[in-house]
Every structure is written in structure tokens, then in C-alpha cells.
């Protein structure tokens, strides 16, 4: 356990999430069955077909004031997925920002090409993305990254962070 780098000035006033804030998941209530998007209230498993149940709630992300690992041995993977929205290429270069703020090593950051499908492609490979890359892409249109929708082998993805120990 140790202090965030950003406690100094209490996240440049924007203070910080609490370690037990939840975030409900499921908000909707729905007038009947037949609504649209009640019938499976969680995620779709796109090889049987099942509706997979999620908890009520989820742990509440964002900055933390104290943190439990140690940023020199972590290595991060971005992916941009679900298609395009403003903005995306200025979220991605923030949260690359923060994590060389924390202290994660520059080259220990990498880009997910093509969203889900990048992870799972041979032709996709990763990307690294440091201050060089990232400097003045939230001024370019889209994503710097790609996207795409669908494809989302989780299982396969999950052994595919942790072959590359993300």
C-alpha cells in the first residue's frame, strides 16, 4: 500500500473514489418481457446463446488515494471497442498520461489495434503507446487505435492478456 502520486494536491481537486464504492449495474426497469433489451438483462454468450446472469453491483472505478501495486511492474493494454464516439483519441491519451504519471514504465504500455478483434488477430499486434505517440492525437479524428464490434472471445482474450502478462 502506498500513497497515489496524485494525494499532494487531492487529485488536482477532484478528489478521489472510495475502495468500497459500488456502482449498480442494472438500472432498468422494464415495463414487460417484450421490451426491448429485458430479455437478457447481462451478457449474451455469443456460442450457446445463454444469457450470462452479472452482479448487482460492480466496484466503483477511478482514482484511488492510496494504491496496491507497484506501477514499475505493471504493463496496461488499451483497446477502443464498440465502435466510434468523439473523443476517443483524447481518452486514450489521458489515461496513458496518467499511468506514465504513476509511474508505469513508458514502454510497458500498449495499444490494442482493431478493438477486440486486435487481440486475437496475428495481423494486429500490439502497439506501443508512449508520450510520443500519443502527443496531439486528441487532435486527429476516430481512433488512433480502430475499432471494431462484435468477436468477443472473452475466454480467449483473457489467455491472451495473460500470455502477454497484462
Not at 414487460?32 to 429485458?38: F, T, V
Amino acid at each position: 500500500e502506498r500513497d497515489s502520486p496524485f494525494v499532494l494536491d487531492n487529485n488536482a481537486g477532484g478528489g478521489f473514489v472510495g475502495d468500497k464504492d459500488l456502482l449498480q449495474i442494472n438500472i432498468m426497469q422494464y415495463e414487460s418481457e417484450h421490451s426491448s433489451g429485458a430479455q437478457c438483462q447481462g451478457l449474451s454468450d455469443p456460442e450457446s446463446g445463454a444469457c450470462l446472469a452479472l452482479p448487482q453491483f460492480a466496484l466503483r472505478s477511478g482514482p484511488r488515494a492510496k494504491i496496491y501495486h507497484d506501477p514499475s511492474q505493471v504493463t496496461a493494454a488499451l483497446v477502443t471497442c464498440g465502435g466510434l464516439c468523439p473523443g476517443l483519441n483524447d481518452v486514450v491519451l489521458n489515461i496513458v498520461t496518467t499511468l506514465l504519471e504513476y509511474g508505469v514504465p513508458e514502454d510497458q504500455i500498449f495499444g490494442i489495434k482493431y478493438g477486440l478483434r486486435g487481440f486475437l488477430d496475428r495481423h494486429a499486434k500490439p502497439v506501443q503507446l508512449g508520450r510520443r505517440e500519443v502527443d496531439g492525437i486528441q487532435l486527429k479524428g476516430g481512433t488512433v487505435l480502430g475499432t471494431s464490434r462484435g468477436n468477443a472471445k472473452i475466454k480467449d482474450i483473457v489467455d491472451r492478456l495473460r500470455l502477454w502478462g497484462v
